[in-house]
């Protein structure tokens, strides 16, 4: 049996710490020593009845040793219990008949009943045997006192605030228990997220890095050497060396297009930036998303792929999270020096003034407009947002392309002014 003044939980599904453990002994050391107080009394006063007390105070004290060792009273639903105090009732109603000393047995009952049933039968149950115990006292007493009313009175509601006190706190214990591990939890969780967002991060700095140096590098190798060839007469001994070193060159400039592919975020291993962005689109929790693509694609950059998509993703987040929108619009624009995504809701808006130029939000701090921006102005682009409370919100990224991606490319590759098919081909 667990502590008398337990948590409101089942018995079954909880554990005994070392407190429950000392007050369930203190219970039972109650019990017993009542009982052989009783037995005492008797024995030492020669009362008339002392075998029927000794007799009562044995069949007590046996139910209350079975339904400690009984599983079923500790089970749920209560049956067991409530049978088992039934039991303890009868015998104690014995012992009441045969001495007054049954009395004093009233007090750990009323733990047991509260421990034992719901509330409000446990408190139901503590005053049947407060009346009880009046009742017992009042039979073998010649004079009726004040303290024959009051002692068993006081002593149930005495009980009732003891186990009502400690359920309280053990309640707050829980709710304390489960915040610290909701807090580990979540701690756990930022950091997970951290470690991705982090590895993310340098993935794209070095598919960023690679592009910018050794890729477009070689490609400047590339070229020299193919003017170099054109420049040379046929036949020259130097045109054997400038065509290996040309093709060395276009094999690292291979192998470096295949770092910057295995770089490139997830979303945009299987396909071009306009597919990433339709199975964003797609997959959005909540409001309707249509995808859009205007003009004629091209291949852009991985920084710029990379930087359009996460503009598209954070945004959509803030949409879903906070805009409390029915639709939202992506629309991603091909221009002949630029390219132009914008993402369009119909939720309830904010003042894009209330947000602080340092701040990582938009009023409640979930915005992200200032990473968003960041991403935008690193590769030298224009990044706005427009909005009103309860006019939707509008946020548009407008990105200068490199020369070489001014005129339209294939993803394959493309054909020099020379017709040669191994020119410069951007990544």
């Not at 047995?105 to 049933?117: C, D, G, K």
Request: glycine residues 10%; aromatic residues 4%; proline residues 7%.
């Amino acid at each position: 049996m667990t502590s008398p003044a337990a948590s409101p939980l089942p018995p079954a599904t909880r554990a005994l710490t070392p407190v429950s453990k000392v007050l369930r002994l203190c219970l039972h050391a109650l019990l017993f020593g009542l009982l052989a107080l009783a037995a005492g009394r008797a024995v030492a006063d020669s009362a008339p009845r002392a075998g029927w007390v000794i007799a009562a105070c044995a069949v007590l004290a046996a139910v209350y040793v079975g339904g400690v060792r009984a599983p079923a009273v500790h089970s749920s639903p209560r049956a067991g219990a409530a049978l088992w105090l039934t039991g303890l009732g009868a015998a104690w109603a014995g012992l009441l008949v045969a001495s007054s000393d049954g009395l004093w047995i009233a007090f750990p009952l009323y733990f047991l009943e509260l421990h034992l049933l719901r509330l409000r039968w446990g408190v139901a149950a503590v005053a049947v045997t407060a009346c009880a115990a009046i009742g017992g006292y009042v039979a073998h007493s010649d004079a009726v006192t004040p303290g024959a009313f009051l002692g068993p009175l006081l002593g149930g509601a005495v009980a009732v605030a003891t186990v009502l006190g400690y359920q309280a706190l053990y309640g707050e214990s829980e709710r304390r228990r489960e915040l610290i591990e909701e807090l580990i939890t979540t701690r756990a969780e930022l950091a997970a997220a951290e470690r991705s967002a982090g590895i993310l991060a340098e993935r794209e700095r070095l598919a960023r890095e690679i592009h910018d140096t050794l890729a477009q590098g070689l490609s400047s190798i590339q070229l020299l050497l193919r003017a170099a060839e054109r420049a040379l007469p046929q036949g020259a001994p130097a045109l054997e060396h400038i065509g290996r070193a040309r093709e060395a060159a276009q094999d690292n400039l291979a192998e470096a297009r295949r770092f910057v592919r295995a770089l490139t975020p997830p979303d945009l291993e299987h396909g071009s930036l306009a597919a990433a962005l339709e199975r964003l689109s797609a997959g959005v929790p909540g409001p309707r998303v249509r995808f859009s693509l205007s003009g004629s694609p091209r291949v852009l950059p991985t920084p710029y792929e990379v930087a359009l998509l996460r503009i598209a993703q954070s945004a959509l987040a803030n949409v879903v999270r906070h805009a409390r929108a029915g639709r939202a619009e992506i629309t991603l624009t091909f221009m002949d020096a630029s390219v132009t995504l914008d993402i369009v809701d119909d939720g309830h808006g904010f003042d894009p003034a209330s947000v602080a130029p340092g701040s990582s939000g938009a009023g409640d701090g979930g915005f992200g407009l200032p990473a968003m921006r960041s991403r935008a102005e690193t590769l030298g682009g224009l990044f706005t947002v427009e909005s009103d409370p309860g006019q939707g919100t509008a946020v548009a990224v407008t990105l200068p392309l490199p020369l070489e991606h001014v005129e339209p490319l294939q993803r394959a590759g493309h054909v020099d002014r020379a017709g040669h098919p191994d020119a410069v081909e951007a990544l």
